[in-house]
């Protein structure tokens, strides 16, 4: 389970969507980059450069309400995340909806990576799709490092 959890962080703090679920992206400009322990990796070109998008795509076998109850127990994460050392909720918009402060010790030379995130959940019932959508904003106080 942890493995599972791990890709998850991943994908929703390193800023990519992750939609769970999901068919082959076809030509909405997503190519294939790889497959991983049972999930593709998508990735499309950003024309204003800076950040590479990415999607992945998979099967998780379990409830869809568990996976996103996990999803948002968001100060348990630096339990089983690998070099997170602070992971916190700053504002509860809604039950699928956070902003969230993140803190991950990097190895040297690299600084510590610092996010503050607003993290939503869809969920597409009829299509069977989870999302989890990522994006950085700015949010005062944030925590010191």
Request: proline share 6%; hydrophobic share 45%; with cysteine.
């Amino acid at each position: 389970m942890k493995k599972i959890f791990f890709v998850l962080f991943l994908c929703a703090n390193s800023l990519f969507v992750l939609a769970l679920f999901a068919k082959d992206s076809g030509d909405d400009g997503w190519r294939k980059k790889q497959l991983y322990k049972g999930f593709t990796i998508f990735e499309r070109i950003n024309p204003e450069g800076g950040i590479l998008p990415l999607k992945v795509s998979g099967v998780i076998n379990t409830r869809v309400d568990y996976l996103m109850e996990h999803l948002r127990a968001i100060e348990g994460q630096t339990a089983w995340t690998t070099d997170l050392a602070v992971k916190t909720t700053l504002k509860d918009i809604s039950p699928k909806q956070a902003i969230t402060y993140s803190l991950t010790d990097m190895p040297w030379p690299l600084d510590d990576r610092r996010l503050v995130l607003d993290n939503l959940l869809k969920l597409d019932k009829k299509r069977k799709l989870l999302f989890i959508l990522s994006k950085s904003v700015d949010f005062a106080p944030v925590p010191e490092p």
